[in-house]
């Protein structure tokens, strides 16, 4: 029978994403933040005949809760969003209300995609997906300096075309 051994602590993963990671979060936020006023207010304005007080105090919240996904979720996101690559593995963290660490041997590395949709081209931000032989699917870095995921995408590619085996 084997003894366990107390866990070893796990050190944070090096890098943060970009800075413009923030206003391009928010971005996004305040688009689904106008789709859900308008929708709020048009209902109030127009679909309630008799309006009771608690209708009004439901639209106050309905107003105000997408402000705080506005102001609070994008720099909450920016300080647990990290990643690192080291020579061995790639390590990430992400999430903001349930936080995900991963962390794959680069000898299982399977693919390296980058995405880069139209709205982050005007960030300049790009997201870096990389396909390993996991039954938990592909790990992603989002929000990367688009230079930077280049410059991944080389450094991987690299790295994993000089290994041997087929990874799986």
Do not use: K
């Amino acid at each position: 029978m084997s003894q366990l051994t107390a866990p070893v602590g796990l050190r944070e993963p090096a890098h943060q994403v970009s800075p413009r990671a923030i206003t391009y979060w928010r971005a996004g936020a305040l688009a689904g933040s106008l789709v859900v006023w308008i929708a709020a207010i048009a209902i109030y304005v127009f679909a309630l005949v008799e309006r009771p007080w608690w209708t009004t105090a439901i639209l106050v919240v309905v107003l105000l809760e997408p402000l705080v996904h506005l102001f609070v979720m994008p720099p909450l996101r920016f300080r647990i969003h990290r990643w690192e690559i080291t020579d061995t593995a790639i390590h990430t963290r992400s999430g903001w209300l349930s936080i995900d660490t991963r962390i794959a041997p680069l000898s299982r590395v399977q693919t390296v995609d980058t995405t880069q949709g139209a709205i982050m081209r005007l960030f300049n931000l790009a997201s870096l997906t990389v396909t390993t032989a996991s039954a938990a699917g592909p790990i992603s870095i989002d929000c990367l300096d688009q230079d930077v995921a280049r410059r991944l995408v080389h450094e991987l590619t690299e790295i994993t075309g000089a290994s041997e085996g087929d990874a799986t």
